[in-house]
């Protein structure tokens, strides 16, 4: 079992930046996918970045690419999602997701079936 709690969410102007924290428990943790989604009002949760189980291989939307950043520290037990230039878009609940991905290709990586234990999340605001 894996629990995963995020922390590091709140309100911002656009163009500002925050920084996601996802801390996990679990001794099984560094050998699983990692993956951060969100969720607006009225809209279903979509992908936006993962990492691999060593934090050699990661995977952005387009939308987020080259302003996020997601990263891990399996000594800690931490994956993280920095996020620059925060666009009033951005806004929704952020989720953290860990899983044992079936296969090697981004598209594993972006579903959300492929994660098993997911955080409870944490609200970005992003105010224009």
């Known amino acids: 079992q894996v629990q995963l709690v995020e922390s590091g969410g709140g309100s911002v102007q656009a163009g500002g930046s925050l920084r996601l924290s996802c801390a996990a428990s679990?001794?099984?943790?560094?050998?699983?996918?990692t993956g951060w989604f969100r969720q607006a009002p009225g809209k279903e949760r979509e992908f936006v970045a993962a990492v691999n189980w060593s934090g050699g291989r990661t995977y952005y939307a387009d939308s987020v690419q080259g302003r996020f950043t997601i990263s891990r520290d399996n000594a800690k037990n931490t994956v993280y999602l920095q996020m620059y230039e925060l666009k009033p878009e951005d806004t929704a609940v952020y989720y953290c997701?860990?899983?044992?991905?079936?296969?090697?290709?981004?598209?594993?990586?972006?579903?959300?079936?492929?994660?098993?234990?997911w955080g409870q999340g944490t609200q970005v605001t992003v105010s224009s």
């Open positions: 679990g001794r099984t943790f560094s050998s699983y996918a």
């Open positions: 997701a860990a899983g044992s991905v079936a296969g090697s290709s981004r598209s594993y990586f972006t579903r959300l079936g492929e994660y098993n234990y």
